[in-house]
Structure formats: C-alpha cells, structure tokens
C-alpha cells in the first residue's frame, strides 16, 4: 500500500503512507500530521487508518495516537517519544506492549 484515499474539503486526496508522521483522533475527525504540508482534519475515526495503514509501520500508542515508527527520532522516560518534526507524544500504560514491540522493530534495525 503506496498511498491512502481520504475525503478533505469535500475533494478525494490521496496520502503517500511513507509521509504520514502520525494520525491523531479527536472525536469522529482525525488530524493527520504528515512530513510535508501542514495537517490534515479528516470526517475518518482512528480505527479506520489502523484497519488501513500497514501494521508494520503504524502502532497505536494511545487511545488518540497512531505513529509511524520510522519517524520516532528518540525514546525519552520510558513512554514518551521524540518525533523527527519535533512533537511529543506519550504511550499510554494500557498500551505497553504495543509500544515495546514498537521500540524492538526500531532497534532491530
């Protein structure tokens, strides 16, 4: 899967996934945060992009957070991370062991 199709401004957009830093839900809308341009508010839930991003880059981390783990730039404590666009986002203690396979895909590379 190259790219994600999401309704914007009531236009078809497609999303290249390798951009997408991170998705972060509020209520039915999401905002997506991408490497470039700024964020995007879409009418989709969290669950629909982790049903369609690839699991082997895209872990849910928090009730209101799905990250790309390609742009976690450094592990700070043991459940808050630093992204490559400067942002912090924190794993919540219900989503531990999601957040520690993450950290081992990471280091395995």
């Keep these: 899967m190259d790219h994600i199709s ?3 401004n009531s236009k078809r957009v497609l999303i290249p996934v390798n951009e997408i830093i991170r998705v972060e839900a509020s209520n ?3 905002k997506i945060y991408c490497s470039v341009g700024r964020p995007l ?3 989709k839930v969290l669950q629909w992009f982790e049903l369609n991003l690839p699991e082997d880059a895209f872990y849910r981390i ?3 957070h799905i990250i790309n783990r390609f742009f976690v730039k450094e592990v700070q404590c ?3 991370l630093q992204l490559t666009n400067g942002e912090y986002v924190q794993a919540s ?3 531990q062991t999601v957040f520690k396979m993450m950290l081992q ?3 395995a590379e």
Excluded: E, W
């Design 6 to 8: 999401v309704l914007y």
């Design 28 to 30: 039915n809308y999401s």
């Design 41 to 43: 508010v879409v009418a």
């Design 62 to 64: 928090h009730q209101t």
């Design 78 to 80: 043991k459940n808050r």
């Design 93 to 95: 203690r219900r989503k």
């Design 105 to 107: 895909k990471i280091a």
